[in-house]
């Protein structure tokens, strides 16, 4: 079965700090995509990033970077010095592109809540 | 601009009414998707649908049921509402054969039963 786990509740960091998120999937399927979104405080989810199995090559865009490890089945999230509008709750989230996953749902984490103080 | 619209963004219900969220979207995506988002839980599936009239449990459907009469619409039913479903419910649509691209989120119905 496919589960995420975002072992991280809440993160505080002072401005201008790094901090990673973690992220640690499970799935029976061989091709599958990872993704990572955004949700402040206005509620919407945004779209940060989509991975697929077979590309394990890190990611970096700005201050934000993802590392993909298929060895340890998991996709950390970086935030190179935060930033106060950084303050959100960010989800992970797994779909796998076989016959089992009719629709191509997502299954998410749980959530990890920053919070990036001035 | 491709759309992913929810009737409500601010329901209150109260005990034992039926409920109606509804979801529309413009995309002509074929897959819908009901998710309920709880503080330390995340969000969670409660039913989707692939294709007009089809319809798919997801991890939490007891309690819910869905409806898919047109491709862009898409409602959760309460047929019961209690005070367990006071949540953020989420609709999205993607299309099929995207590659994992293509997903769209509404901005969320935060229903409140009392």
């Known amino acids: 079965a496919q589960k995420v786990t975002q072992a991280q509740t809440e993160i505080s960091v002072v401005e201008k700090e790094d901090v990673t998120l973690d992220c640690v999937y499970e799935t029976r399927d061989t091709t599958y995509y990872l993704f990572w979104y955004k949700q402040p405080p206005s509620g919407e989810l945004v779209f940060l990033i989509r991975?697929?199995?077979?590309?394990?090559q890190n990611e970096i865009s700005g201050r934000y970077s993802w590392n993909f490890q298929k060895s340890t089945s998991s996709f950390n999230f970086t935030i190179t010095a935060s930033q106060v509008v950084d303050s959100a709750v960010y989800f992970c989230a797994l779909s796998e592109a076989g016959i089992y996953n009719q629709g191509g749902k997502l299954i998410f984490g749980q959530g990890t809540e920053l919070s990036v103080k001035p | 601009d491709v759309k992913v619209t929810q009737s409500s963004r601010y329901l209150v219900k109260r005990t034992g009414e039926k409920v109606f969220l509804e979801c529309v979207q413009d995309m002509d995506h074929e897959n819908m998707f009901w998710y309920r988002q709880d503080p330390g839980l995340g969000l969670r599936l409660i039913y989707f649908s692939y294709d007009v009239k089809m319809k798919e449990k997801g991890d939490i459907p007891e309690g819910y049921s869905v409806s898919r009469e047109k491709k862009e619409r898409f409602s959760l039913i309460l047929e019961s509402a209690s005070t367990n479903q006071t949540s953020m419910y989420l609709c999205?649509?993607?299309?099929?054969?995207?590659?994992?691209?293509?997903?769209?989120f509404g901005s969320g119905t935060r229903l409140t039963v009392v």
């Open positions: 991975r697929n199995s077979f590309d394990e």
């Open positions: 999205a649509s993607r299309p099929t054969g995207t590659g994992g691209y293509g997903y769209t």
